[in-house]
């Protein structure tokens, strides 16, 4: 476990500033450029957890790389290059303030709120008689205000557009490539035995031009279903086979904790940290067809600053 890569807190040639999210770290290069280094750390209800699963950033940063390439004829998108397994590189955008999610089933947090009794999300509203993990007729958009601290929010449509969050002209954009993307996303998982279930897509402007940013696809940001059995599973009311960080949530809340005033995140002993660190090369070698090859990490810090510093010499 103490392999992961938890903390970095790099001074590449130009660098402005740097910004510690709760997984990626990400450099500013000049204002023109950002490094984002992708780390092991793991969240989950807004909650860094204490361990760090060691080759998550990989496979986040890798899958996220692979899907940039295979959706740049829909939007273009922030990435330059990666130059290292744990590290894309790309162009420096004005991030809007919402992250546009999009559902194609009732689960996760919509199951939670539909099944407390809400009709209605985001002002979507929401048919009677769904059960958990059901497909919707339609998918639907829910998005969230993007928080630097504490919990996002869900948010419609309306009140995005009339609080000036985003402008109406630019949100009509952000939702068609929304739309667009995750029917690319769901044509490749399919393609795979995979169903897209959910996810979520961040945008941002450079030169007033709209570019998608941050990850896409990943299992941080995404949650899949295998296709095979899905129905079945459905008709009895069984808990569908999933590759997403869904099974870390449960795993918290079947042992108390769900992110709330008081409660003590548990032990992550060894045997969970590499089960965790399974099931997401299980997720990469799935949903990009690809076997994953682990990186060196002995030296993991030092393999970064090299790989990055010599690639900004060259731009």
């Known amino acids: 476990m103490t392999k992961a890569l938890t903390r970095t807190d790099f001074n590449f040639p130009k660098q402005k500033s740097v910004y510690h999210g709760k997984v990626r770290d990400v450099y500013n290069i000049d204002d023109e450029y950002l490094v984002m280094v992708v780390s092991d750390r793991i969240s989950a209800f807004d909650v860094i957890l204490p361990e760090g699963i060691p080759y998550k950033g990989q496979v986040l940063n890798q899958i996220a790389a692979k899907f940039l390439d295979a959706t740049s004829d829909i939007v273009p998108n922030w990435k330059i290059a990666t130059p290292d397994p744990n590290v894309t590189v790309g162009h420096a955008c004005e991030p809007f303030k919402v992250e546009m999610v999009i559902r194609g089933y009732l689960t996760g947090h919509a199951w939670r709120e539909y099944k407390s009794g809400k009709r209605s999300l985001c002002g979507i509203p929401l ?3 769904m059960i958990e993990n059901q497909k919707f007729a339609e998918p639907i958009l829910t998005p969230t205000t993007k928080e630097d601290e504490g919990h996002d929010e869900d948010i419609s449509r309306e009140a995005i557009i009339s609080t000036g969050l985003v402008s109406k002209e630019d949100y009509e954009m952000l939702e068609d490539y929304t739309r667009k993307l995750f029917e690319r996303g769901t044509q490749m998982a399919a393609e795979k035995g995979l169903i897209l279930v959910d ?12 570019y998608l940013i941050d990850e896409i696809n990943t299992p941080d940001s995404s949650r899949y279903f ?3 059995g899905y129905e079945q599973r459905l008709a009895k009311g069984e808990q569908q086979k999933q590759l997403s960080k869904e099974f870390v949530r449960q795993w918290l809340i079947e042992n108390g904790f769900q992110g709330k005033e008081g409660q003590t ?15 997401y090369i299980e997720l990469f070698e799935n949903i990009t067809g690809d076997e994953f090859v682990k990186s060196d990490i002995e030296q993991i810090q030092s393999r970064i600053e090299t790989n990055v510093s010599k690639f900004l010499e060259t731009i």
């Open 265 to 279: 995140i548990p032990n992550m002993d060894e045997a969970f940290v590499t089960s965790v660190t399974d099931r």
């Open 199 to 210: 996810t979520k897509y961040e945008f941002g402007k450079k030169d007033g031009k709209i």
């Open 127 to 129: 048919p009677e008689g």
């Open 226 to 228: 295998y296709a095979e």
